[in-house]
Nanobody, 121 residues
Framework: QVQLVESGGGLVQPGGSLRLSCVAS????????MGWYRQAPGKERELVAISTSGCRPAYVDSVKGRFTRSRDNDKNTVYLQRDSLEPEDTDVYYC???????????????WGKGTLVNISS
């Protein structure tokens, strides 16, 4: 099995900084794509940021320019960072990855359990 574990959520004041981490572990042969989604109560889950190269299919980030992503391929880790947070950034953030395991010959999508980010004073 492949597992995705998010960390870094919690209570952050408006204007503060956000840095989330997602680590993929398990029977991993290769990671084709990793990215971040968010979901507010009563809303649909939406894309925040992805690593464009290697991601199939490609998606447009609806909040491009507000969030920054980075990736450490050797550690199977992806990050999400933003400064000057706003109350509307309050959401549950989910990590997503398309991963090929050692026992498979194609990739499958996996989701983390999510981490809550609450922007409030």
């Amino acid at each position: 099995q492949v597992q995705l574990v998010e960390s870094g959520g919690g209570l952050v004041q408006p204007g503060g900084s956000l840095r989330l981490s997602c680590v993929a572990s398990g029977s991993i042969f290769s990671i084709n794509c990793m990215g971040w989604y968010r979901q507010a109560p009563g809303k649909e889950r939406e894309l925040v940021a992805i690593s464009t190269s290697g991601c199939r299919p490609a998606y447009v980030d609806s909040v491009k320019g507000r969030f920054t992503r980075s990736r450490d391929n050797d550690k199977n880790t992806v990050y999400l960072q933003r400064d000057s947070l706003e109350p509307e950034d309050t959401d549950v953030y989910y990590c997503n990855a398309n991963v090929r395991s050692w026992s498979a010959y194609s990739g499958s999508n996996y989701w983390g359990k999510g981490t809550l980010v609450n922007i409030s004073s």
